[in-house]
């Protein structure tokens, strides 16, 4: 069972997971924009990973008799310099829910709220993949700087990145511990 304060932070944290899908659609509506298709895919498989966080933590507030409570999502920006820009947002983003799954730990420590605790875990295992992953592409893409045929390789090589979450949440997440890149 989930007190009122751990409630009202797991949902807190929903829309911030929910944000942050949006912000990386965002960010593959641009890269569309550009021709990227890499990129697009990229940002897109962050989105769809963003999603399964969100119901993830959904279906936990529920599986606890917790109640959900959605509130309005903010409008993430559209337009960005250069794909170095969208990392680097998307790295300072990332140390921003670092920061916000850091906050719902200690919350439920303080809470003694045990199985919170368990269920967190996955996300700052998760969050410290998220941080490597953005700053090995931001190495690349400053490797790359102003070169052109470096950035469509770049490109290309994301664009073979795949989906390891569901895409589907019509029958739930299950709590399976699939995660993400």
Not at 37 to 55: L, P, R
Request: net charge negative; proline share 3%; glycine share 6%.
């Amino acid at each position: 069972m989930l007190t009122p304060k751990m409630e009202a932070e797991l949902n807190e944290q929903v829309n911030k997971e929910m944000y942050s899908a949006y912000l990386y659609m965002a960010m593959s509506a641009h890269c569309e924009g550009l021709g990227l298709k890499g990129f697009t895919n990229w940002f897109m498989i962050q989105y769809h990973e963003e999603m399964y966080h969100a119901m993830k933590m959904y279906e936990y507030i529920h599986s606890q008799g917790g109640t959900v409570t959605l509130k309005a999502i903010n409008e993430p920006p559209t337009d960005f310099e250069s794909p170095l820009d969208m990392f680097k947002k998307t790295l300072a983003h990332e140390q921003f829910v670092t920061q916000s799954i850091n906050n719902l730990m200690d919350t439920a420590i303080a809470e003694k709220d045990h199985a919170t605790q368990i269920f967190l875990q996955w996300y700052v295992t998760e969050q410290v993949e998220e941080e490597e992953n953005d700053n090995d592409i931001i190495t690349q893409l400053e490797m790359v700087k102003d070169h052109p045929h470096a950035l469509l390789m770049l490109d290309r090589e994301l664009s073979g990145r795949q989906a390891n979450v569901p895409l589907d949440f019509s029958k739930g997440v299950g709590g399976d511990d699939e995660g993400g890149d």
